[in-house]
């Protein structure tokens, strides 16, 4: 019994770990050009918002599950742009009279940063 707890949580700690190579292909991946509708600050999920594309003029819902935007949500009003490109780690807020950019950096777990630039 001893041996199956200890098995448990070492498998639990384990699947714990944060992969930066992992998580920066889904990231790199991720791409949204939206003009906010309804602010994200508005939904109880963790980053979830609704807009239209500025350029096809398309209503669409963008629901991020990488949790790194939810840092931001706050930030974000009605009639913002948020924009993220593929291939890119940085994440633009468009406001009337400013451009914010927040760049993605992964936490390996020991406090350190590691930034990968797939470009």
């Not at 930030?75 to 993605?104: L, M, P």
């Amino acid at each position: 019994m001893k041996n199956l707890i200890i098995f448990i949580l070492t498998f639990f700690f384990l699947q714990s770990c944060i992969d930066c190579n992992r998580s920066s292909k889904f990231i790199s991946n991720d791409h949204f050009n939206l003009v906010i509708e309804i602010p994200p600050s508005k939904y109880p999920n963790l980053f979830k918002t609704k807009g239209y594309d500025p350029i096809s003029k398309e209503e669409k819902f963008y629901e991020d599950g990488n949790r790194w935007l939810d840092f931001y949500k706050k930030e974000i009003e009605k009639g913002d742009t948020i924009v993220k490109k593929k291939g890119e780690f940085i994440f633009y807020i468009h406001k009337k009279d400013t451009i914010i950019a927040h760049e993605w950096v992964c936490y390996d777990g020991d406090g350190k940063h590691e930034y990968i630039n797939q470009k």
